[in-house]
């Protein structure tokens, strides 16, 4: 794989996460930390596993998703389930390209990674 392109491809997973951390009001200092391990981590993956460079945005949303539960709670929130307590969105497909945030109780599309505000209306 060109450097070139893995490093586009981690820019680009980092603005379309950073975007809707922005959406979610939880683009704080340390969760942007968080940010920078998950790529970091990805970056080392893809150089292990060059085929794989067309997953890193949805891994890196999954692994942010992940590190805030452990020390923020859930994120991001489902906007389509208002009736329910609240529960988070899923990244799927969990391995594929064009990663989309889904509500499974609801089995819906919400919004592709990066495009939060869209939905959230921010």
Do not use: Y
Request: glycine share 8%.
């Amino acid at each position: 794989m060109e450097l070139n392109s893995l490093e586009q491809e981690l820019h680009t997973a980092r603005a379309l996460v950073m975007a809707d951390l922005v959406a979610g009001d939880v683009a704080e200092a340390g969760i942007v930390s968080m940010v920078e391990d998950a790529i970091a981590h990805r970056r080392w993956w893809v150089e292990q596993w060059p085929e794989g460079v067309a997953f890193v945005t949805g891994l890196v949303a999954q692994d942010v998703q992940d590190a805030l539960l452990e020390q923020h709670g859930r994120w991001p929130l489902c906007p389509v389930c208002t009736e329910e307590g609240p529960h988070a969105l899923d990244v799927e497909p969990e391995l594929g390209p064009d990663p989309h945030w889904v509500c499974t109780k609801a089995t819906v599309s919400v919004a592709r990674v990066g495009a939060l505000a869209e939905v959230l209306g921010r």
